[in-house]
């Protein structure tokens, strides 16, 4: 069965560096977003890519943030100066299109220090 | 504006009850709604959907009830297996691109 990829699982960093979480959406997949979840709490969304572009962001995707598809597999997070409150997992989802049913990937723990 | 949220944080049940999971929405023109597991460490997982034009749908063991009127919706769980203890989220789909609106999650636990 096709399912999303992510790596790292974890990655731990200092606070004002930069990381690049990494998503391999379901290959025949459209629509791709990112959300995040600190811990403990509700899962948030943050941005919905779809043509090469961003679609939609949220308040918590500001001008730190950046989405990529550098080539037809990858689909990449970037964090450009890491803060304390940057410290959740970040999901990744993909889909076909219209409402179709959003495919999870495990999800990488971001931990800032 | 748009909220989901859920009226209970954890539901404690025995090995083979049923289990109810419920979860309001404020936003009267959301036209579809999931139900997501989330077991620990993993990413949600799809367990069921409905659109506004059912009032219920089943699944597997998993039956959810919409209703439109007090903008409520649930989630039964039959004969709740250990395999069922997770986190449950409702989500609302929201915006033309279709993201997901989390609500608060409740945590399943099944004692044997």
């Known amino acids: 069965e096709p399912e999303v990829t992510q790596t790292p699982s974890h990655q731990v960093t200092q606070m004002g560096q930069e990381v690049i979480l990494r998503c391999v959406p379901i290959?025949?997949?459209?629509?791709f977003y990112w959300y995040r979840q600190i811990l403990g709490q509700k899962v948030e969304f943050l941005v919905s890519?779809?043509?090469?572009?961003?679609?939609?962001k949220s308040e918590i995707f500001d001008d730190q943030f950046s989405v990529e598809r550098p080539d037809g597999s990858n689909f990449t997070l970037k964090i450009r100066s890491t803060k304390l409150e940057d410290s959740a997992m970040y999901f990744c989802?993909?889909?076909?299109?219209?409402?179709?049913?959003?495919?999870f990937g495990p999800g990488t723990r971001l931990t800032v220090l | 504006g748009e909220s989901v949220g859920l009226h209970l944080p954890t539901l404690s049940v025995q090995e083979g009850d049923n289990s109810i999971i419920n979860c309001a929405y404020s936003?009267?023109?959301?036209?579809?709604f999931i139900w997501y597991k989330q077991e620990s460490g993993k990413g949600p997982q799809f367990i069921i959907d409905?659109?506004?034009?059912?009032d219920k749908r089943q699944g597997q063991r998993v039956t959810v009830l919409l209703n439109k009127t007090v903008k409520h919706l649930s989630l039964q769980i039959a004969a709740t297996q250990p395999g069922d203890s997770a986190v449950y989220f409702c989500?609302?789909?929201?915006?033309?691109?279709?993201?997901?609106?989390f609500g608060a999650g409740t945590r399943l636990a099944v004692h044997p």
């Open positions: 989802a993909s889909t076909s299109g219209g409402v179709d049913e959003q495919f």
């Open positions: 290959s025949n997949h459209l629509y």
């Open positions: 890519f779809y043509n090469n572009e961003i679609s939609e």
């Open positions: 936003n009267s023109a959301s036209d579809y």
């Open positions: 409905i659109r506004s034009n059912m």
């Open positions: 989500a609302e789909i929201g915006g033309g691109y279709n993201k997901l609106i």
